[in-house]
């Protein structure tokens, strides 16, 4: 899947610098992208996006200063100057892309005011889906945080196709610092993100028996709202049949497939004798069944998604196309809807990983807490402007006639 990333604000910057990055290791041309910016401090942060592509907007308002938390002021900036970032996409070639991707951090004030702004001009201007990844803030961040990841988060939902939502205070681990958790966090998505927008590429082993490609993602997206995704991920060393040692096998390619799909996440399973479909197949289903019921970006009731998809990817050895069929079937089961796609993405890997997509979740506990903190906020606003009409009028002021 050719991917155009958007990287809007700091956080969302420092993502899409880590996307291009891996896009580069690999020595692959799927993922291109650009960053934009109100501070030139965090332009300068960015380690792997040419200085072409990296926008600075804003300079007649804010100076290269950038806005603070003011998404408002975020928002207005995005919209004056929407004809030069739209000039900035187009420089760096849209004609062959399956799908636009805008990331930012929705608690603060470029990336949470401008993101919604650009995916509403992307939609106008272009026929590829647009799709945002957001981040929202662990409660710890402060209220303010919240309240401007609630503000952009409901507009964010009406303007991008669909919203992949990941959320920080599931990810912090216990007397870690946000701060010093970024980076890890953005390696989480990374890693999500980077096996599922790469399958159905032709590598080594040419494409899967199942083949998961852009338009299979496109359909599962394709009905808006808020998603989540879900991922696991084992060792994949065989026993030899017949009773020899586990293989010693690394990746052929330097590594760089095991990084994409990450380190096991606990103890790896029990070698299986690779000649035992059946046991492939259980091996398969148990890895989904970790990918949909661990942890997800955003924690949510999956049984209120509408649709699914499901990615296998691993060495050919690994995979197994009765065990993606069942896992597939196990999904369906247990969410709303009936549409669940899937497929497998072989790679030349020591590891074998389960992506689960989880498409418009109907219910997600942090989300409610975020619209509850944006109606109190709106109610406030009400009351302090009906406070200050009463306190004119004790004053013996009119004020619709001041």
Not at 64 to 82: F, P, R
Not at 273 to 294: F, Q
Request: net charge neutral.
């Amino acid at each position: 899947m050719r991917v155009f990333f958007i990287g809007f604000g700091q956080a969302g910057g420092k993502l899409v610098d880590m996307f291009l990055a891996q896009d580069r290791k690999l020595g692959s041309t799927s993922f291109r992208g650009i960053v934009i910016n109100t501070a030139r401090t965090d332009l300068m942060g960015i380690k792997n996006i040419p200085m072409e592509d990296r926008l600075l907007i804003g300079q007649t308002m804010v100076k290269g200063h950038g806005v603070g938390t003011d998404n408002v002021t975020g928002a207005k900036v995005a919209a004056d100057e929407i004809d030069t970032i739209i000039s900035a996409i187009d420089r760096r070639g849209t004609h062959d892309i399956d799908a636009f991707v805008v990331c930012a951090g929705l608690g603060g004030g470029t990336g949470s005011g401008g993101s919604p702004v650009l995916c509403r001009h992307l939609k106008r201007i272009y026929r590829e889906p647009v799709y945002a990844v957001g981040i929202i803030p662990a409660p710890e961040e402060g209220r303010l945080y919240s309240l401007n990841a609630a503000r952009s988060l409901s507009t964010l939902v009406n303007e991008a196709d669909n919203v992949i939502v990941f959320d920080n205070s599931a990810w912090k681990n216990d007397g870690e610092s946000v701060k010093s958790a970024y980076e890890r966090l953005n390696e989480e998505i990374v890693r999500r993100f980077g096996v599922l927008f790469r399958a159905g590429e032709v590598g080594k082993y040419g494409v899967g028996e199942m083949v998961v490609d852009s338009s299979e993602i496109i359909n599962t997206l394709r009905g808006g709202g808020i998603s989540s995704v879900g991922y696991a991920i084992s060792e994949a060393i065989p026993v030899v049949k017949g009773g020899g040692k586990p293989s010693s096998k690394k990746d052929n390619n330097g590594g760089l497939l095991s990084s994409i799909l990450g380190k096991k996440e606990k103890k790896a399973e029990p070698h299986v004798d690779i000649a035992s479909g059946e046991d492939k197949s259980a091996k398969i289903i148990g890895l989904v069944r970790r990918a949909m019921l661990g942890r997800l970006t955003l924690p949510c009731d999956y049984s209120t998604a509408e649709r699914a998809l499901v990615l296998v990817a691993g060495p050919p050895s690994e995979l197994d196309r009765k065990g993606v069929e069942k896992s597939k079937s196990w999904v369906e089961e247990n969410i709303a809807g009936v549409e669940v796609r899937g497929g497998d993405y072989p790679v030349d890997s020591g590891y074998v990983a389960a992506v689960v997509l989880l498409a418009s979740i109907g219910d997600a506990p942090r989300i409610r807490e975020l619209m509850e903190l944006a109606k109190e906020a709106k109610e406030e606003v009400v009351r302090s402007r009906e406070r200050s009409h009463t306190a004119m009028f004790d004053d013996g002021i009119d004020p619709l006639f001041e």
